[in-house]
């Protein structure tokens, strides 16, 4: 393609959704990696593909169905595992598999043909809605303001459940709630990076992030700001070369981590 990048309103929406999916992805993506759960998130991003086959069959917005069902399989993981004492590895195979199937099953079971399935799959910039925009904004601003207003309880529970518990009694209903936050973030940078690479989106920046500091706070801003500088260089590299825009994302995303290890390795044996 030509031309001034800027003069096309996709390109626009998606660089505003590249700013709201990495504040969004950088606060959840911070916690699941502090407390070891990027299985778990893995679990929910493909059992919300239940959700989009059944919003698919039913006529309404995929996105809602996977929310919903992003948010009903994170819940069931916690409850599987802690009330009925299934180890929580294998309560999220449980989900995950039965999210696909149901979504293969409905999506199959649709009548015509569902053009928009590969987006959902793989993310697309041209398809990233006003709506899309509008999502991840209230999202973003949902998520500034819950960490800000229980900063320390999240961080306990991040990295010290036993000693969250002394610091509040109500650690359960705080896991719950970010739990459920963390799957509505998954759900709606699906059209960023798709149900296949989305994971990476959460996991990557906060990594990248944790190569220089491990306080807490400092690991979210990292991972906002190298999860934006991804995400907008995936986005403008895919729209110039033709390519997949979600696998340019995380193609860019891992090249950076690459970069920025490398450039901390390199500084530390100076220093020597």
Known sequence: MEGNIFQYEFVIKGLLGAIFASITAGLAGTYIVSRRMVFLSGGITHASFGGIGIGYFFGFNPVVGAAIFGILSALGVEYLSVKQKIREDSAI??????????????????????????????????????????????????????????????????????????????????????????????????RMAGVVLVLSLLTIPPNIALIFTRVYSKVIFGSILSGFIGTAAGYIISYFAEIPVGATIIFTLVVIWVIAKATYVIVRALRK
Request: proline share 2%; charged share 5%.
């Open 93 to 190: 195979g449980i989900l995950w598999a039965f999210g696909m199937a149901v979504g293969i099953i409905f999506i199959y079971l649709t009548p015509g043909y569902s053009p928009n399935l590969m987006s959902y799959l793989f993310g697309s910039i041209l398809t990233v809605t006003n709506a899309d925009i509008i999502a991840l904004g209230i999202m973003s601003l949902v998520l500034i303001f819950y960490f800000s207003a229980f900063y320390r309880t999240i961080l306990y529970i991040s990295f010290d459940e036993s000693f969250a518990r002394t610091y509040s009694s109500y650690v359960d209903v705080f896991k719950y709630i970010t739990t459920a936050l963390v799957a509505l973030t998954i759900v709606l940078n699906i």
